[in-house]
Structure formats: structure tokens, C-alpha cells
């Protein structure tokens, strides 16, 4: 008897909460109530992400709405004792505002400012049962879209939409729908794109775990407009819980009879099934995961001809993004004039993104087009972290570029962020404070795509090793006069040769690190020099002898012994032979060590005395 | 599954198992659970209310609880909240009273004046 039950204890099990232990709150909530004989009264449901991962494990308590963060397993007594059987709100675990203790959900700043669409049910739901998602009005759009609307009023309504693909790209998903609809070969597919690789992104992954109902009717709405019989989640290995709550929702809806012969007694049959992939970045690119499903290596080819056309075993393939597919069931539900009332001229609705970095907020948020990203990093992610200043921001990923402060009033939109050399991307946001180096995070960046480089065409597979290669000699002091543009060349070449968009992407953190921060790449390559002491070759450390108390502490956790000196003549470090591990500058108690940028002059001659042999 | 009506109908009875999460309750019984009320029978009221509503089939009200309210003679204390009503204080309510409470009060919508100790 459910009705018995008087609270609803939402518990966050978004990967991010995992880690952070909430299985073992669960475990201890269990225990708990049943010691105090009240686990008859109370439904503990594992929800998807709820959003603001920096605060995990959070947990939501219903009727009243409270909204507890960083609770760890010697909170839970307090919880069952004090907030379960006596009622009393543990004031201490909920949000702190200003000047007041924030207990619901809805008032916590975070929340506030957000417009959830596809992330509507995320953290709200119990992912594993499909009455949950129906009695949100789930499955609704595609019922009534298979028995009212012919498939050419579905794409209409989705080409009015203005929905645009949320992986990336931005193409129409209505025009796209179109190309796949008007091929007359069967059968037809639609795959969704679940295999989302940029460091720092989780929307794809959060999104299958959290509603993984939604997606699913998304696909079946797509599915049904385009007329396909089978469809495909693409989804890497590396995220088994998205896997496991996708391939439970297929059986469920089959169970429903949302999926099979004759949905609803019409002629549209369908099914779905999950296919897994191993990880490799450019299996993003739809035709190398087409291959990738087809069981052959996963490398792209070349386009046209495209999937629409021909696809998965040469037949018209839809592949779509997650997000995108999420979406449908709202836009379907709500029509689209309600959709396309939100955002920009060009780019209608809503876009979800990971926010990570050196901001106070980070994790999930979603929010209209169109907004500044002022307003996505200062208000909704809290701003920077205590006492850092905000110097650049990196979107989409690998693929995408830097942005500056300068452009922080630029607003998110395709278009918008195309024209200031980043992109929109699947959507995430890295925030960086004035201790990056951004000549190091161009490299590591490229480090990335050099290693998922599929090695099928030569500018992406020779042409990026060779871009790493001359920005690893920047980072270690070796950078020559005109790396900078020979840098650019190379990158502008590789843009314009490669095969795949991985390729074609892969230059612009480099292109666009240089043309914001241009001063930091000569100050690595002229002065030899790192203005933010982070490459190890570029910066050195000295002891300040007027600050220095000659303790000797710092000589004595000294791993190669290269600091010596006395209590009276104070300690100095032999600079050709330190190794920068930072150990002295922890242990000085006056803070007298630090970084200083720039090669020592003794290191530098030697250097220069090589260079002359 | 096969019509829009059979989905109406998993959806109606799914949402009763979700209208804890909803705010839509017509009434909000608060159960007072400080140290004393649980001492004078709180819980065993609770559970009372809670068993009489799911026996009843009621899923438009809703029970939770409450810190001490001062009234340590008058425990177990029960508001009963109902929008655009006065709010109802019941005093020294058992078993037996909180199922009078819900078939009179909550059911009928007549308040048993001999229980209460305070309405405003």
C-alpha cells in the first residue's frame, strides 16, 4: 500500500553523488529506519543527476521539499531522528543563502534561473520505473503522435520547432528527419548518439540515467516520423549505469507494448536495442559509429553520401544526440510555438551543460539560448571559487575554443559563439582562473585528440602529432621564433584537409589560445618564460633570504639535497639541480619560497651553451 | 497497452503513487512529533491517520509532523490545515479520536469541537 507511505526521500545517484557515497547513505537509511521501525512509512527512490554535483551526495526530501547537500553517513542519524520521526528539518546540511538557511529545493540560487526541459524529470523521478515517467505525462507525445498525426505533421511541427542538434553540430533535427523520411529504402534506423567523450561533459550520461524513459520516446517519436523499424543506443562502455537504466527502460515499454508489432494497433512497429562502444572518441562522429554498430572498426568516411541516405548496412540511418532526443516528448506535448518562444532568432529552446572547473557550482544546469555566459558562469555557477579571477573559459571541449573575458557578454547560441571562434559543442563549459597556462591547456587538449585520432587521414593522424609536437617544445623551453606561425598554418590546414570532424575541430584550442592569449605563447617562446609558473621548465623557485628564518626545513624534505645553507647565511637552492617538485616551497612555515617565472639564469646559460655546441 | 485511455489509466494511478512529491493536497495534517508528543503516543496517531486514509482511499491529504509546539499538556497535538479555513488544533488525540478525526473532519468537514484546543 503506497498511500501508507507519508515521504518520498529522493536520493541523488547521478555518478557524481556515487562517488561521493550515496549508496552508502541509502545502505544507512535502510538500516536506520528499520531500527526505528518506521521503513513501512517512508519510499527511499534513487533518482538521476539532480544538478549541483559539487554539493554530493544532495538528496531531496518530499512533501516538504527539502533539499539537504554534502551529507555524509554520520548525518544520517541526525536525518531519520530528528527530520523523519520528530520532523525537524536538519537546518545545518541545507544550502546556506546569505543570511538565512535555504530548505527547499526551489529557492536554492542554483535552481533558480535555470529552465529545465529536457532535463524536466532529472532528480525528480525514479529512473527504473516506467509509472513514474507515465504519470509525468511521459509516453503521452508519442501516443497521441502515432494515432493523430501523420509522420509528415510530426516533422513539420519539429521543423516549426527550431530544434537544432544538441550534439554539436546544430543541424535542423526537422530538416535532417526530412532526408531520412523522403528515402524510400527499408528498413530504415535511428541511432542515438550516446557516445558523448569530451573531457568534462556528462549531459548525455545524466540524461540516460536520470530519464532514460525520455529518450526512449524521443527515439520512438523520431522513429515514427521517419518511418524506421529499429533503432540503436550507442553508448561507451564506460558508462555501465546509463547502459543498465536504457536497457531497463526497453524492456519495460516492450513489456507496455510501447515497443513491438503494431504499437497501439497501428502499423508502426519498432524495437530497440543497446550497443556498446569502447570508448574512442571519434565513434561520436556518426559515420565512424555507424561502422562502429555494423561491428567494423569504428573510422569515419568520407561524406555524402550521408547516413540519411545511406547509413548502418548501406540503408537511411537517423542518428541523433541525446539531448536531442530528449527534448521531443516536450516539444511534442507543448507544440512547438511554446519552444521556439524561448531562445534566439536562430537557435530556439533550451541547452543543457556541464559546467566544471574553477567555478563554485559546477555540475548540470539547463538554461534558455541565448543567455550570457556571463550570466551562465556568474550567476547560475556561483562565479569563481574563493579568491580566483576568471581568465578564460574553454566550450566544447576538445573540439571547441577559448573564450576570454572580454567575451563574456557573448551570448550562447550556434552562431554567436561560432563567430568568436568557440562552438556550442554537446556542451561543456571548463572554466579556468588566472593560475592556468593556456599554452599547457592547448597541449593537453591536443594531447587528447592525438590519441583518439583514428589515423584513417593523414593532415589529422601526421598533422596534429606534429602541432603537439612543436607546443611540447614551447612548453619546455625549446620553442623556436615562427613556431607560432607555423602553428597556425599547420592548424588552418588541418581544418580545412581532414576527413572527419574530429579532425576538422581538433586545431581550435590551439588557434583560438593563440589568438586570445597570444602574449603568454611569445612569453614561453621569447623570454622563456611560464607567466603562470605551470610548465615545469619554465619557471624556477627561490627562497627569499630576507624572508627566510634559516629553520633548515626546507633543505631537509629536499628529495635531491639541492638546498643548502645555515642559520646565519640563510638557505639558497642550486637551481641546475632542482627538480621543482614543490616540497619546500609546502614546508617553509614564513612562506618565503615561491614560484618565479622564468628559466634561473644559471639553468638558461646552460642552455644557451648546449644550443652553441 | 493499446489506447491513449489505458495510458490515462496507468498515468492516474501511477500519479497517486507520486502525490507525495505534488503539492495539490486539499487538506495537511500536521502531526506535532517533539520529544513529548512521541512520548504521549505521537507515532502511534500518525500511523493512525496514515492507515485510516489509505483504508479510505484518500490521496488528497497529506501527513507529516512537526517539533514540539509548546502545548506539552495538550500532546499528542494534530493541526489540521485546510486553505482558505481556519487552521484546526486537536489536543490530547489518540487512536480513537484521530479516526473520529478523519471520518468527521476530514470526510465530512465537520470540526469536532470537543477535541480542540485552538483555531485560528
Known amino acids: 500500500m503506497s498511500q501508507n507511505k507519508r515521504m518520498d526521500v529522493l536520493l541523488c545517484c547521478g555518478s557524481g553523488c556515487i562517488s561521493a557515497g550515496a549508496k552508502k547513505l541509502k545502505e544507512k537509511i535502510i538500516e536506520l529506519s528499520k531500527k ?70 526551489k529557492e536554492v540560487p542554483f535552481f533558480q534561473n535555470q529552465v529545465k526541459v529536457a532535463l524536466e524529470n532529472c532528480g525528480y523521478l525514479n529512473p527504473e520505473k516506467i509509472e513514474e515517467y507515465i504519470a509525468l505525462d511521459g509516453y503521452e507525445a508519442l501516443v497521441t503522435s502515432i494515432l493523430e498525426k501523420t509522420p509528415e ?26 532526408f531520412v523520411q523522403a528515402n524510400k529504402n527499408k528498413p530504415k534506423y535511428v541511432v542515438c548518439n550516446a557516445d558523448e567523450g569530451d573531457p568534462g561533459a556528462f549531459m548525455d550520461r545524466s540524461l540516460l540515467e536520470g530519464d532514460p524513459h525520455r529518450v526512449l520516446e524521443g527515439m520512438l517519436i523520431a522513429a515514427y516520423a521517419v518511418g524506421a523499424s529499429k533503432g540503436f543506443f550507442y553508448i561507451r562502455a564506460e558508462y555501465p549505469l546509463a547502459v543498465v537504466r536504457i536497457k531497463n527502460a526497453i524492456e519495460q515499454a516492450r513489456e507496455s507494448g510501447l515497443l513491438g508489432e503494431n504499437i497501439f494497433g497501428t502499423d508502426f512497429s ?52 541525446v539531448e536531442t532526443l530528449a527534448n521531443l516528448p516536450t516539444i511534442m506535448r507543448k507544440g512547438a510555438k511554446w519552444f521556439s518562444s524561448m531562445g534566439t532568432e536562430t537557435s530556439k529552446g533550451t541547452k543543457v551543460f556541464a559546467l566544471t572547473g574553477d567555478i563554485k557550482n ?33 566550450l566544447g571541449g576538445p573540439s571547441g575554443g577559448c573564450l576570454t573575458a572580454e567575451d563574456l557578454q557573448t551570448q550562447i547560441d550556434y552562431e554567436s559563439l561560432k563567430a568568436k571562434g568557440a562552438m556550442m559543442g554537446s556542451g561543456g563549459v571548463i572554466v579556468m582562473d588566472d593560475t592556468k597556462c593556456m599554452v599547457n591547456v592547448a597541449k593537453f587538449f591536443l594531447e587528447f585528440t592525438v590519441d583518439e585520432s583514428c589515423g584513417k587521414c593523414v593532415p589529422c593522424r601526421v598533422g596534429l602529432k606534429q602541432m603537439y609536437n612543436i607546443l611540447d617544445n614551447i612548453t619546455k623551453g625549446k620553442g623556436k621564433k615562427g613556431d607560432i606561425e607555423r602553428l597556425i598554418t599547420l592548424g588552418e590546414s588541418i581544418q580545412k584537409l581532414s576527413l572527419c570532424g574530429l579532425g576538422q575541430s581538433a586545431p581550435n584550442p590551439v588557434l583560438s589560445t593563440i589568438k586570445n592569449f597570444r602574449e603568454e605563447y611569445e612569453a614561453h617562446i621569447n623570454d622563456k618564460m611560464c607567466p603562470t609558473c605551470v610548465c615545469t621548465d619554465l619557471y624556477h623557485i627561490e627562497i627569499d633570504k630576507d624572508k627566510c628564518i634559516g629553520c633548515s626545513l626546507c633543505s631537509r624534505k629536499c628529495p635531491v639535497t639541492c638546498i643548502t645553507g645555515s642559520r646565519t647565511e640563510k638557505y639558497t637552492i642550486a637551481q641546475v639541480d632542482c627538480i621543482k617538485c614543490g616540497n619546500c616551497i609546502e614546508v617553509c612555515p614564513v612562506s618565503a619560497i615561491d614560484k618565479i617565472p622564468g628559466m634561473s639564469s644559471e639553468v638558461l646559460n646552460i642552455a644557451n651553451n648546449i644550443e652553441e655546441d | 497497452m493499446k489506447t491513449l485511455a489505458d495510458l490515462k489509466k496507468i498515468r492516474e494511478q501511477a500519479q497517486k503513487n507520486m502525490s507525495l512529491r505534488e503539492s ?84 465530512n468537514g465537520k470540526v469536532i469541537e470537543e477535541f480542540v484546543v485552538e483555531a485560528k
Not at chain 1, 555524509?72 to 531522528?81: L, P
Not at chain 2, 479510505?56 to 482558505?84: C, F, N, Y
Open chain 1, 153 to 178: 505533421e510530426v516533422i513539420q511541427e519539429i521543423k516549426d520547432s527550431g530544434l537544432r542538434g544538441r550534439g554539436g553540430g546544430g543541424f535542423p533535427t526537422g530538416v535532417k528527419w526530412g
Open chain 1, 270 to 321: 519498432f524495437d530497440a536495442e543497446v550497443r556498446m562502444g569502447a570508448g574512442a572518441f571519434v565513434c561520436g562522429e556518426e559515420t565512424a559509429l555507424i561502422n562502429s554498430i555494423m561491428g567494423m572498426r569504428g573510422q569515419p568516411n568520407p561524406k555524402p553520401p550521408y547516413p540519411a541516405n545511406s547509413g548502418a548496412w548501406q540503408k537511411p540511418t537517423l542518428v541523433n544526440n
Open chain 1, 362 to 394: 559546477t555540475g548540470l544546469v539547463e538554461v534558455p539560448m541565448g543567455i550570457s555566459l556571463n550570466d551562465l558562469i556568474f550567476n547560475i555557477g556561483g562565479g569563481m571559487a574563493e579568491g580566483k579571477k576568471f581568465k578564460g573559459v574553454q
Open chain 2, 24 to 107: 495539490n493536497n486539499r487538506i495537511k495534517i500536521v502531526i506535532g512529533m517533539g520529544t513529548s508528543g512521541i512520548a504521549m503516543g505521537a507515532r502511534e496517531v500518525m500511523k493512525t491517520f496514515l492507515n485510516e486514509l489509505a483504508n479510505r482511499k484518500i490521496d488528497d491529504v497529506l501527513v507529516t509532523q512537526t517539533g514540539e509546539k509548546g502545548l506539552s499538556s495538550m500532546e499528542p497535538v494534530v493541526d489540521i490545515i485546510e486553505e482558505g479555513k481556519p487552521t484546526i488544533t486537536y489536543g490530547l488525540v489518540n487512536s480513537e479520536k484521530a479516526k473520529r478525526i478523519v471520518s468527521e473532519h476530514i470526510v
Open chain 1, 36 to 105: 526505528h521501525n518506521i521503513e513501512n512509512e517512508i519510499n527511499i527512490i534513487e533518482t538521476g543527476c539532480m544538478g549541483p554535483c559539487n554539493l554530493g551526495p544532495v538528496m531531496t526530501i518530499y512533501p516538504e521539499g527539502v533539499f539537504y547537500q554534502k551529507v555524509k553517513v554520520e548525518d544520517i542519524q541526525e536525518i531519520v531522528e530528528e527530520h523523519f520521526i520528530k520532523g525537524r528539518p536538519v537546518k545545518r546540511l541545507m544550502s546556506q543563502g546569505d543570511n538565512k538557511v535555504i530548505s527547499e529545493k
